[in-house]
């Protein structure tokens, strides 16, 4: 599956963006996708997933200000950010996987990302 993120961009904290990635090349509907992030000097880790039962992971640090959603006819997930902080500054990165563990283990190669940067 080949996937394509966009959406990235500088704002100042408080602001909000969507990042998109558009999925080809593999049977989307129902599929479990997630969003992952990498900030300078930090490993990957997921910020939001859908499993593969429909049901959302967040990360603590981002619930209630990140949104994931997607469009099975677009073959697009989208990942909603609210009420940024510069701590959500990162590369984001989406994966045809679910937000797990083994998954991040296990998960390449990533594609090139959109960089988020929270700054006034």
């Known amino acids: 599956v080949q996937l394509v993120e966009s959406g990235g961009g500088l704002v100042q904290p408080g602001g909000s963006l969507r990042l998109s990635c558009v999925a080809s090349?593999?049977?989307?509907?129902?599929?479990?996708m997630s969003w992952a992030r990498q900030a300078p000097g930090k490993p990957f880790g997921w910020v939001s997933g859908?499993?593969?039962?429909?049901?959302?992971y967040y990360a603590d640090s981002v619930k209630g200000r990140f949104t994931i959603s997607r469009d099975n006819a677009k073959n697009t997930v989208y990942l909603h950010m609210d009420s940024l902080k510069p701590e959500d500054t990162a590369v984001y990165y989406c994966?045809?996987?679910?937000?797990?563990?083994?998954?991040?283990?296990?998960?390449?190669?990533w594609g090139q990302g959109t960089q988020v940067t929270v700054s006034s």
């Open positions: 859908f499993y593969n039962d429909g049901s959302t």
């Open positions: 090349g593999s049977t989307f509907s129902g599929a479990a």
């Open positions: 994966a045809a996987a679910p937000p797990t563990t083994a998954a991040m283990m296990q998960y390449g190669p």
